[in-house]
């Protein structure tokens, strides 16, 4: 079983988590991931860090590897799009919607399943700053506690 993991910086961040869950389930793993960037070609807006070329890279590189399993792992909400009034009409799609459906149609082509891992945990608080600054040694590591509720 061949397996494609596709997204963002989240789906790097996730990446090693699908690995070993899956492992010893696939033959092969591809990790195909920019930070900031869609993988569904024109969401990423204008195009700005190359993200425009890498949505379509990422549609080339499905259809070539063809997986058996395709995880879509992205955090939406910073796309432009994204922001823009929906519709419940689907003779209509709002822009979002229509770039979003248009893209799963085109991945529907050369995978038979397709997962999109979402939502995706945002915290408002730099756990990591203050991580960093406990373990050198800056700041009380017992003071430090989050709640994610």
């Known amino acids: 079983m061949t397996v494609m993991l596709i997204g963002n910086s989240y789906a790097e961040k996730i990446s090693q988590g699908i690995v070993k869950i899956m492992d010893g389930k ?5 990790l195909v991931y920019k930070p900031y960037c869609s ?3 024109g969401l990423s807006g204008d195009g700005k860090g190359g993200c425009d070329i890498f949505e379509n890279l990422t549609v080339e590189s499905v259809k070539l ?3 058996d399993i395709l995880f879509i792992s992205s ?4 796309f432009p799009a994204i ?3 929906i519709t419940n009409d689907t003779a209509n799609f709002d822009n ?3 770039l979003i459906q248009s893209a799963l149609d085109i991945y529907s ?22 991580l960093a600054k406990s373990l050198a040694g800056y700041e ?3 003071q430090l506690d989050y709640s994610i509720e």
């Not at 955090?75 to 910073?78: C, G, L, N, P």
């Open 109 to 130: 082509n050369f995978t038979d399943h397709i997962i999109i891992i979402e939502p995706q945990a945002v915290f408002n608080h730099p756990i990591a700053y203050h």
């Open 39 to 41: 993988v569904f070609p």
């Open 65 to 67: 590897v063809q997986p």
């Open 83 to 85: 922001q823009e009034p």
């Open 75 to 78: 955090k939406f909400h910073i």
């Open 26 to 30: 696939f033959k092969t793993i591809h």
């Open 140 to 142: 009380d590591i017992h």
């Open 96 to 98: 979002a919607t229509f």
